[in-house]
């Protein structure tokens, strides 16, 4: 089974006003890459590990990890609304394997995804439907959350049975790296948010519209460093990007959440999706990456990275 990786950062602000088209330009210059590198490879099937944001999975009942045989996108931020193709029988399989191997997960059969989801496979391939898909959900915003070595057993049992296809995989994380953007919690949201990130109240258009604005807004104020937000940690990220390149991927085992949150800020618990998707990888041996982009992007609130990644033997 021919498998390869792509790992990429999120913003809902690629799709906003306000970035700098400077900033713009060299993401694209990134994305360009991965997109002739996925290309070439043609995947037949693409493994998502995403998180969410509170549209599709909330606190009254938050599974660690969740794999759906059908799905869904909310369409956030302008991303894509609608059904994806998943492979319903491929994605069933994949829990079950799970389980056998140890690594309890959720499996829903009408999952929401938002654009920590859709974002990459339309970066990617323009049509978030484009081919057939296994979306694996990882909870990356709501606390507590487990230790990083269940995620990296979770991508590991997954890889485990991707191995027994014969299909070419690409498999596909989505978040991270450093970045702390205004995301309610429990202990701070006021009763609206509360409603939303516990019960899922829905969002009406125009509380999605004040959203986006807050998110602008939040973005601006950040990029002229005039922003309560915990700032970007640039060497914090290329020494976790340096694990990935290396294969490093147990020294993870030793980060706690408290310093995952202290260095990175609250939304970098999102390299959880990155580590299940190199460990899935790593499932088929020693590796090497490729498209080693890196940009702090205050505009974005977030350190922006792109990594692609095959067998060594490739």
């Known amino acids: 089974m021919p498998i390869a990786l792509c790992c990429m950062s999120h913003s809902p602000l690629l799709n906003l006003p306000g970035p700098p088209q400077d900033l713009l330009d060299d993401i694209a210059s990134g994305l360009d890459a991965a997109r002739s590198f996925v290309a070439d490879f043609d995947p037949q099937l693409v493994v998502t590990f995403s998180p969410d944001h509170y549209n599709g999975f909330f606190y009254r009942l938050m599974p660690p990890f969740c794999i759906g045989t059908a799905a869904c996108g909310v369409g956030d931020y302008g991303t894509h609304e609608g059904p994806l193709d998943v492979a319903a029988d491929v994605a069933e399989a994949c829990a079950q394997a799970c389980w056998e191997a140890g690594v ?172 299940a998707a190199f460990a899935a990888l790593a499932a088929a041996g020693l590796y090497r990456t490729g498209n080693h982009f890196y940009r702090a992007a205050p505009e974005l609130i977030a350190g922006f990275a792109i990594r692609t990644a095959v067998p060594s033997a490739s």
């Open 104 to 275: 309890d997960v959720a499996v829903s059969s009408s999952m929401d995804v938002d654009h920590g989801t859709v974002q990459p496979l339309q970066e990617l391939f323009g049509d978030a439907s484009a081919h057939p898909v296994v979306p694996i959900f990882i909870n990356s915003v709501a606390t507590p959350l487990g230790p990083l070595a269940r995620t990296r057993a979770l991508g590991a049992a997954v890889g485990t049975y991707l191995s027994t296809l014969d299909l070419r995989v690409l498999v596909l994380g989505s978040g991270g790296l450093s970045h702390d953007p205004p995301v309610p919690t429990l202990a701070t949201a006021p009763a609206a948010a509360l409603e939303r990130i516990v019960h899922g109240a829905a969002m009406t258009p125009e509380q999605r519209l004040a959203r986006q604005a807050a998110v602008c807004q939040a973005a601006e104020d950040f990029a002229r460093g005039q922003s309560p937000l915990r700032p970007l940690n640039p060497d914090w990220d290329r020494s976790l990007l340096d694990i990935f390149d290396d294969g490093r991927l147990a020294d993870l085992d030793g980060w706690s959440n408290t310093f995952i949150a202290a260095e990175g800020g609250n939304s970098a618990h999102e390299i959880r999706t990155w580590l």
